[in-house]
């Protein structure tokens, strides 16, 4: 894959499926409500700081001066965001390296996006492990509260935004930088320099085509993922650049909003860069347009005067060309050797610090620069993507397009300082008459990140087919509220809902699969219940068949009755069971009980589902994909035929229950096996373990009573041997009392 990450991608297959959805589903398609206006509203991310660089809290919107061009504006909405605040009351965590099975959307992960983009062409390999340690820490400090998507500029080992943790830290450690020598790149276009102009070949470059190519790569991959996090979506955004980034000064060259200002920008600059500039503008076009906060560090560290000439080598002698004279290295000469200019036009080393600085500060973040100390600086970082203030106005001419400088200020209080993109694009959409066109289904699964407003989770288990593909059983859930789909007419509660999954092949980056339906449903209390519940929650069992290969599925719902819809993605791999010496499935949990809610089974040709499932939730009854509901015999449904029984999508538990643990082991040659059962401590302490011998069919279905597990996080840890080799499967869980 090229410099394009996986992030824009994985976008652009859902996009390309605009008509698939509305072609396979059954039902009659049914489009929301379209609202015009003459007004757009934009909103600001603003982080305050004081003096000694602690955040501001408890302002209020009369607090703030919010300028457009100059113009005060009314500010209409107003939030605080204070995840700090959840962070204190959160529980125990299950382990950042324990994959995430179950995918929600009404997470704090589908409410925020932060791209880790780890800048490997521009990186010394001498830093190699430092970035590492860099990335692992954000991944890990940010924990399951965000949804995440890793970039690295060389087009390589990148992911789709994910909550899995395990496919962030899979991606770090496959991080190399790609620079031979420490000395950072410098900026310039690809002009040659013609020597003998009787001979075509013999000419100076002006610069190495590579670096172009690195510098480009990097500008890139921001500028893509800025576009695709762009659009309507409002919800926090951010890039996190680990990065050398270029030597160059650009001081001032954002000043002019779309166009480049016409003052010299590189004092030193042996000719013009106005490619390399157009390519820097157009990176922050895309990121002030997608409402995008970029963070940077850089991961030399403290580089003092005195290490200058180390970060340098190897050095440069001067060099003539035709009549220009290039002199000594500007990269090995310090501040203090040069009087009266700004040491960012003197240092290659400086002018990349300040360079990530100015890009960091232009979007409303900052830059952790020429210091040792990460750890305060990603503290710092996280900081600031918890707490922010989001003020909003409506800008009302949308007829002058382009750039329009953003001043907030808080009154009174010069001394603050604020954080926040510069500036905003009002931009004609033209797509948005095909977007009304679009199946629904297809647009809630066009973002980066999914749609909350209809709660969904989603969990996917392949077990081993024919060749190399597998049957992949699927479980999608949907929470509704009761009131909403009470009806007078009878005491059910009635609805009509639609549904698709896609399969996104992430190699090929694109949809592999998809399966649509649509059916109404009737929900009804179980005998006895006495209050009913607020919000009433039932799983749709599905199957697909894939073959080998790294997919995000994408889920999409739709509620006639609520008149809203909703989305959810989750990362699955899905191995080549037949051409394993020894593998094993996933790991199944569900309550030893039985389903805990009632569960809809999707045959093709009709649905069915258990009316007599003693739940809280109440039971359910689904018909046909017909507009007229058909009632079904309430017999329990039958199981996915992929597994022996429906899986249980919650990973928090009480002591009090039991849990049901299936898995199958894949091998070639037919051999014996023995499994090892454990439940581990997020420390690692292992507190309950067992061994069991497998049947011939490799498959193994355990009870596991939580009576004797403390509250807190646990590891649910299988490992299987053959005697000669061995595979392991983990799963995250939290035991309640």
């Not at 060099?319 to 500007?330: F, M, S, T, W, Y």
């Not at 009174?412 to 954080?419: C, H, P, V």
């Not at 009632?631 to 919650?650: K, Q, R, T, Y």
């Amino acid at each position: 894959m090229t410099t394009r990450a996986v992030l824009v991608t994985v976008v652009g297959a859902v996009c390309a499926v605009a008509g698939l959805a509305a072609a396979q589903a059954q039902a009659p398609r049914q489009q929301p409500p379209v609202f015009r206006t003459n007004t757009e509203l934009v909103e600001i991310d603003v982080v305050v700081i004081d003096k000694n660089g602690e955040r501001v809290l408890g302002l209020t919107k009369d607090d703030f001066i919010l300028r457009d061009r100059r113009e005060p504006q009314s500010i209409e909405t107003f939030t605080e965001v204070r995840r700090d605040v959840e962070r204190v009351v959160e529980g125990p965590r299950i382990p950042s390296t324990v994959r995430m099975d179950v995918a929600s959307n009404t997470s704090a992960q589908a409410g925020r996006l932060v791209v880790l983009v780890l800048d490997d062409l521009h990186v010394f390999q001498g830093r190699t492990d430092t970035v590492k340690d860099i990335a692992r820490k954000i991944v890990t400090d940010l924990g399951p509260e965000s949804s995440m998507a890793l970039i690295q500029t060389g087009g390589e080992h990148s992911t789709e935004v994910t909550n899995d943790r395990t496919r962030l830290l899979a991606s770090i450690d496959r991080f190399k930088g790609r620079r031979p020598v420490r000395r950072p790149l410098q900026a310039c276009d690809p002009e040659p320099i013609r020597r003998d102009p009787e001979n075509p070949e013999d000419f100076d470059p002006g610069c190495d085509i590579q670096d172009v190519n690195a510098n480009r790569g990097l500008y890139q991959s921001l500028q893509d993922a800025a576009s695709i996090l762009g659009g309507a979506d409002r919800r926090r955004k951010a890039f996190i650049l680990v990065s050398e980034h270029v030597a160059k000064d650009i001081s001032g060259l954002f000043d002019g909003g779309e166009q480049i200002p016409g003052a010299p920008i590189n004092q030193t600059s042996v000719g013009p860069a106005s490619a390399h500039d157009y390519a820097l503008l157009d990176m922050m076009n895309r990121m002030r347009r997608g409402n995008v906060a970029t963070y940077a560090i850089d991961p030399r560290g403290e580089v003092t005067p005195q290490e200058m000439l180390q970060e340098c080598l190897p050095g440069r002698t001067s060099r003539r060309v035709g009549e220009l004279a290039i002199g000594p290295d500007p990269c090995e000469v310090g501040p203090e050797d040069v009087k009266g200019l700004p040491q960012s036009w003197v240092s290659w080393v400086r002018q990349a610090q300040h360079g990530l600085s100015v890009i960091a500060e232009e979007t409303g973040g900052f830059a952790v620069v020429n210091t040792d100390d990460f750890t305060t600086g990603i503290s710092q970082i996280i900081g600031d993507i918890d707490n922010y203030y989001l003020l909003g106005f409506y800008a009302a001419d949308l007829k002058t397009k382009g750039y329009r400088p953003v001043r907030v200020e808080v009154k009174g209080r010069a001394e603050l300082t604020l954080r926040y993109r510069q500036g905003y694009e009002i931009r004609a959409d033209d797509g948005a008459e095909a977007k009304a066109k679009r199946d629904p289904l297809n647009v809630l699964i066009d973002g980066a990140l999914p749609s909350s407003d209809l709660p969904m989770r989603l969990h996917a288990l392949p077990v081993p087919g024919t060749g190399n593909h597998s049957k992949v059983a699927i479980a999608l859930e949907l929470t509704l509220p009761r009131t909403a789909l009470a009806s007078e007419e009878s005491d059910r509660l009635l609805d009509d809902i639609r549904y698709g999954v896609y399969a996104i092949d992430l190699k090929g980056a694109k949809v592999r699969e998809h399966m649509g339906s649509g059916a109404r449903v009737a929900l009804r209390p179980r005998p006895g219940l006495t209050v009913p519940p607020d919000r009433v929650t039932y799983q749709i069992a599905l199957e697909l068949e894939l073959p080998t290969g790294r997919y995000q599925l994408r889920a999409s719902a739709l509620s006639e009755k609520l008149n809203a819809g909703g989305s959810v993605y989750l990362s699955l791999d899905v191995p080549d069971f037949s051409k394993a010496d020894l593998e094993l499935t996933d790991l199944l949990l569900a309550f030893a009980d039985g389903p805990r809610v009632p569960v809809a089974r999707d045959r093709r040709d009709r649905i069915v589902v258990s009316s007599q499932v003693a739940v809280p939730a109440g039971s359910t009854i689904l018909g046909s994909r017909g507009p007229r509901p058909t009632v079904v015999d309430p017999l329990p449904p039958p199981p996915i035929s992929a597994l022996p029984f429906e899986p249980a999508l919650d990973r928090t538990f009480a002591a009090s229950d039991t849990l049901r643990l299936y898995f199958k082991a894949a091998q070639r040659q037919r051999k014996p096996l023995l499994a090892t059962v454990s439940a581990l401590t997020a420390d690692d302490t292992t507190v309950v373990t067992f061994d069991r011998n497998l049947p011939d069919d490799g498959t193994l279905d355990v009870r596991l009573p939580l009576a004797q597990l403390t509250p807190g996080a646990y590891v649910l840890r299988v490992v299987v041997s053959d005697g000669t080799r061995t595979a392991r499967k983990e799963l995250g869980f939290l035991v309640t009392k």
